[in-house]
């Protein structure tokens, strides 16, 4: 088994006959490595766009690509064909930081070979994911490379960011921090049908409240000063994709509004809570005085 350990760099631009923004591959960058994540070889090419003639500042400051650089590229079929050759057949497992990049190469491969699956991957590795496993007092907000590898003790002051290569090769310095065969291997996912599917599902938030996806058992309010149930006084109503109520806590005379959200994934529904407090029922406004 080996890893590719792979990045992306892309423009974002707008497509007159696809009439929407467009996010096309640039540059590819990726690191082979064995099993003890010793380099075997590395990859980096310039792909030369076949939607626009010329780079936005914004990405000429990000990467570094110039326009001469972009219009000397390879093609895109070129270029994932070398990638391919590249890889030589071997059995690897993909891994990249985020998935965004995995669906901007799947996107590509529909755009311009028509074909919905990215015929190398096999199986894998979401990097961040398995990186912030392991970086203390970051929750669950998604850090970006540079912030993780700071926070993992690499030095990174000669590094040059946003260049496909270079941020595959922090990727694998990120990697080895924190390798576990065993652990990485458990979160490597077959790019099955279901892959896809999930990759493209937009998580959206439920506003009717009488979808059957709904788990009314969750709409409960708890005190959190006494931890006592409390009593909903008002209907549900739902505004900016969060349902909320009223809810009395009759041993704290305190009334709260209860805030609750669904989001639903391609696999699972993410429920929020949270509470606001409201005037006491008898408070009065003579009182405000005392
Ligand atoms: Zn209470």
């Not at 708890?222 to 009593?231: E, H, Q, V, Y």
Request: proline share 1%; charged share 25%; glycine share 4%.
């Amino acid at each position: 088994m080996y890893y590719v350990i792979m990045d992306l760099e892309w423009n974002n631009s707008y497509n007159k006959i696809k009439k929407c923004f467009v996010n096309e591959i640039l540059e590819i960058g990726a690191v082979l490595v064995d099993e003890q994540l010793d380099v075997i070889d590395t990859f980096s090419v310039i792909i030369k766009s076949q939607l626009i003639k010329k780079l936005s500042g914004r990405v000429k400051n990000l990467t570094h690509i110039s326009n001469e650089d972009m219009r000397m590229g390879m093609s895109f079929h070129r270029a994932f064909s070398e990638f391919e050759n590249w890889i030589a057949g071997r059995d690897c497992i993909f891994l990249s930081w985020g998935n965004s990049d995995i669906r901007v190469l799947v996107d590509n491969f529909d755009m311009f070979c028509n074909i919905k699956n990215v015929p190398f991957l096999t199986q894998y590795v979401d990097l961040q994911k398995y990186c912030q496993e392991f970086i203390v007092n970051v929750g669950s907000q998604q850090i970006g490379l540079m912030n993780a590898a700071m926070e993992m003790g690499i030095d990174v002051s000669n590094c040059k960011f946003h260049r496909a290569l270079e941020d595959s090769l922090l990727g694998l310095r990120c990697l080895k921090k924190c390798y576990n065969k065993e652990h990485l291997m458990n979160l490597a996912v077959i790019c099955d049908e279901a892959f896809y599917k999930k990759l493209s599902f937009k998580a959206t938030y439920i506003t009717n409240i009488n979808s059957p996806k709904i788990d009314k058992s969750k709409m409960k309010c708890t005190c959190d000063l006494c931890s006592a149930p409390m009593k909903r006084m008002s209907d549900w109503r739902c505004i900016n994709q969060s349902f909320s109520a009223i809810f009395l806590c009759k041993s704290c005379e305190r009334l709260v509004t209860f805030y609750i959200k669904f989001k639903e994934y391609y696999d699972h529904i993410d429920v929020k809570t949270s509470i606001a407090e409201m005037k006491k029922p008898h408070d009065s406004d003579t009182e405000q005085d005392s």
